[in-house]
């Protein structure tokens, strides 16, 4: 008679497994901004200048601006002064000869009849101070710029690692059940137990 029932129960569980990926997040398309710097053209002309000077022309028509009048009759003035004090050295060292039978009478009629130095001019005397700059043409030419500012994105990737997860839902465990009577020591604490008579 078998006394003792052994009962072996398994271990249970449940596992999930999440396997690794790679996640692709693309990108747009690319954008710009468009910066123009229009083209542009600089003229810059300059007449031809012509510069007439007739300061010296109308001088020799006796036609000057008040600085121009005193200071050229100021040097007649002085010119005509040394002459005069030229004649009148001259006439003294003439009449310091009267030893030589030379009179006063004589020197004053040499004087008299002296004619005056006579030339002929053209007025004008001069003509205009031409000068002249010839016309200028200055051409700047800027051609202008294009510029693109662009904005590129970049493809992104995620890697997601995998997962394992185990859920033990039932743990292993071993049942023994005893199918006997139970023994009682002395007999007679047995609560069925019965005297036999002898």
């Known amino acids: 008679m078998q ?3 052994i009962t072996s129960i398994p271990i249970k569980y449940e596992y999930h497994i999440e396997p690794a990926r790679l996640e692709l997040k693309q990108s747009q398309n690319p954008n710009y901004k468009l910066n123009r710097d229009p083209s542009q053209m600089n003229i810059d002309s ?4 012509v510069r007439l ?3 010296d022309l109308r001088a020799s028509l006796n036609q000057r601006s008040p600085t121009e009048f005193a200071k050229y009759y100021g040097d007649k003035g002085r010119q005509a002064i040394y ?3 030229g004649e009148r050295v001259q006439f003294g060292n003439q009449i310091q000869h009267i030893e030589d039978g030379v009179t006063i009478a004589q020197v ?3 004087k008299l009849l002296e004619q005056p130095t006579t030339y002929t001019t053209f007025l004008p005397s001069v003509g205009p101070e031409i000068g002249w700059e010839p016309q200028t043409l200055d051409l700047n030419y800027d051609p202008g710029a294009v510029n693109f500012d662009w904005h ?3 493809n992104q990737m995620d890697y997601i690692p995998g997962k394992y997860q185990m859920n033990i839902t039932q743990y292993p465990q071993v049942q023994i059940e ?3 009577e139970p023994y ?3 007999p007679s604490s047995a609560p069925n137990y019965q005297e036999q008579g002898a």
Not at 46 to 49: A, C, D, F, R, S
Request: net charge neutral; aromatic share 8%.
């Open 108 to 110: 004053v009629k040499q």
């Open 152 to 154: 590129i994105m970049r």
């Open 46 to 49: 300059k007449n031809i200048e």
């Open 184 to 186: 009682y020591v002395p």
């Open 3 to 5: 006394l003792l029932q």
């Open 53 to 55: 000077d007739t300061t």
């Open 83 to 85: 002459e005069g004090i």
């Open 178 to 180: 005893y199918l006997g």
